[in-house]
């Protein structure tokens, strides 16, 4: 597999990265041995690079990870992990917490979960209103000297917060939403990732599955599927994002692959320093997935999927509104 550098000063990991976090919980629910099973496949695939936090399902993720890599040699894998998101014990978030002291705490419950004694990347999950990012980057310097961590991300934080944090530590990427229907980046995230040398890891590339050409109107009523309270998989906006699934599949018939396959393959065209992030949970979905390397896309593929995905297309916002609310990402640049 194609191997690229997470920005200037991170770790060279796989072109595709594997994002564990549907394999705990979020949407509906998962095979613990299909979810091993996919894993390793993925890693027999090339796959380098492995996604997930702390505080999916609490802790639940990072053990499901140290099972599947029980046998595989720690460093023919980079482990990407975020943390402060605070849960109560009935699965609610309750804020952010990103004190050096609290970092270091979590630090080593993940290391302890992970059965490792580094993580190659590590990043608060968002933005802790109260305590200054350069507080929160000068504690995990302190960590990357002590050897427990090796790389600085960030996830979800706009570009003036990306410049504070990088004059700390060299960051090495940014973890953030980016798909042919969300492209909030391009305002100007991604212009001041390039400048300061920091790669990209994009999640949502297939926007939770909504333009995967897999997701109907019947789809995630079976189990607890966290999409379906997110505006984007609701009514109106459920009907009208589907009708724009629906262009991508006749784009990706013509291109001769499925619309996953157009859509990951659309994210990773958009630069070398762009990593997609995949949630396959199952075999088949990787190997879907994985078929996305494979697809060219001409310049006139590109021009047919920008004229069908014009920045802003999607009907919704990508997480309710409260939640947009505290989301750094959103806040324009001011310099």
Known sequence: MEQRKLGSTGPTVSALGLGCMGMSEVYGPADRGESIATVHAALDAGVTLLDTGDFYAMGHNEMLVREALKDVS???????????????PAGEFAGMDTRPAASKNFLAYSLQR????????????RLDPNVPIEETIGGLADLVKAGYIRHIGLSEVGSDTIRRAHAVHPIADLQIEYSLIERGIERDILKTCRELGISITAYGVLARGLISGHWSKDSGKTGRDYRLMTPRFQGANLDANLALAEQLRAIATEIGATPAQVAIAWVAAQGKEIVPLVGARTRNRLTEALGA??????PAHLAALAKAFPPDVA?????????????DSEKPATR
């Open 293 to 298: 390397a494979k697809v060219t896309l001409t």
């Open 74 to 88: 720690r460093e023919k894998v980079q482990i990407s992990v975020k943390f402060g998101a605070l849960r109560g």
């Open 315 to 327: 009907s919704g916002t990508r997480y309710a509104a409260e939640q947009m609310a505290h989301l």
């Open 114 to 125: 992970l059965g490792t004694d580094h993580i190659d990347v590590y990043r608060p999950a």
